[in-house]
């Protein structure tokens, strides 16, 4: 009897929980969990074409904001249109980097401290890298690593 009580008292209950539910205005679909989905950052354009990414060694340039002086330390990755740019952008990292410090330097500090970095920044990297290859053939430039550390501190 015990049995037959408590699956009756069960059922009686869980009516009234969806009659409840029902008149509350709660749906099926809003008791189940909704789909996972990533939506596009519009500060970072997404990578969409089928170019290939290279890592460029750490950059670090020294910047001031007329008080104090900063290293800027940039983790960069380009995308390049085809595997033979690879080769000549280890070749010329050098040049690259010298040309990136004078660009970095040249950038006012509150500029570089900008949470997301502005596209302007990202575009003039892309220029900058693209002035040392012959052909221009970096499509994107990427920041992976950003860090800004105050010198004699």
Sequence with gaps: MTLRLGIALFLI???????????GGISYSD??????????SPVEPQQKSAGLVIN???????????????YVQANLAVEIDRPSTGTVVRDRHETIDRYIM???????????????????????????????????????????SWLITPIGY
């Design 56 to 70: 460029l060694p750490p950059i670090i340039a020294p910047v001031d904001d007329g008080e104090r002086f900063y």
């Design 31 to 40: 008791l189940l969990p909704r789909t996972f989905s990533i939506k596009e």
């Design 102 to 144: 004078e660009m970095l330097h040249s950038y006012p500090m509150q500029d570089l401290r900008a949470p997301g970095h502005s596209v302007t920044l990202r575009d003039d990297l892309k220029r900058t890298v693209n002035r040392v290859l012959p052909k221009g053939q970096v499509r994107n430039v990427y920041i992976t």
């Design 13 to 23: 209950i869980s009516s009234m929980l969806l009659l409840v539910g029902y008149l």
